[in-house]
């Protein structure tokens, strides 16, 4: 069950830059706290069938999300699905992975993102958030099939994903996200409300020669213009920054 003071999606935030950095997480607990949120009512696409997705917040609380870059979700599909995105990768980061519960979530987090047919069906903000986890998937050069579970009706809908294919392998969601992020490293307009920072990161930890070349692209945009943020926010792409 949800704890009513912490939301899980604040717990992950709090805990997510020591694991990170590879440092032990002293209260495990905090943990449970993340695993108990799995298909719980606040969860992306609970209300259509998906049940092994995390959720991030109570029914009470405003469903939005800031990044410590400062970036803010703008929709509460978009803020659901980044939620559950925030709390798989620190759960893969805590080791978790070896649990079927954080295996489903992390195939319906691609399912969610780079399994779509045509255009992705989402925001740059969720996309450079899911780049976290091929980057701590140890087999995203495998082609072993993902664990995803297709049978959510929402799955049903032919025009963003394609009914008769659903075998997608760690490696196939490698080849996508890294093929978007070479796209999107040319030009400012094409991550519209996520900085190139929050892409950079995630690419920096992927053994990859196009992962090096989108950064190495990146690197060479100006920054984004017309930005009123904090300093906290300018503090933290900053420490991104000095990783590259």
Request: hydrophobic content about 40%; proline content about 3%; some cysteine.
């Amino acid at each position: 069950m949800i704890s009513e003071q912490r939301n899980p999606v604040d717990v992950a935030l709090e805990i997510w830059p020591g694991l990170r950095d590879g440092n032990n997480l002293e209260d495990l607990s905090d943990l449970d706290i993340l695993l108990g949120s799995q298909g719980t009512p606040t969860a992306y696409g609970s209300s259509e069938g998906i049940s092994a997705t995390f959720g991030g917040f109570t029914e009470s609380v405003l469903p939005a999300v800031t990044l410590p870059t400062g970036e803010t979700t703008s929709s509460l599909e978009e803020a659901q699905l980044l939620c559950h995105i925030i709390v798989t990768r620190t759960l893969m980061s805590a080791g978790l992975l070896v649990d079927r519960r954080v295996q489903e979530a992390m195939g319906q987090a691609y399912a969610n993102t780079w399994c779509v047919k045509g255009d992705y069906n989402t925001t740059p903000l969720v996309l450079s958030a899911s780049l976290w986890l091929i980057a701590l998937d140890s087999q995203n050069h495998s082609d072993t099939p993902l664990l995803i579970d297709w049978t959510a009706s929402l799955y049903e809908n032919s025009l963003i994903w394609d009914t008769d294919y659903r075998l997608f392998s760690h490696y196939d969601i490698k080849e996508r996200a890294l093929d978007w992020a070479i796209h999107v490293s040319h030009e400012n307009e094409r991550h519209r409300g996520c900085s190139r920072w929050n892409i950079i990161e995630p690419l920096l930890r992927i053994d990859d020669e196009r992962a090096d070349l989108a950064v190495t692209n990146f690197l060479n945009q100006l920054d984004e213009g017309g930005e009123n943020i904090s300093a906290r926010y300018i503090i933290e792409r900053s420490r991104i920054a000095k990783l590259t």
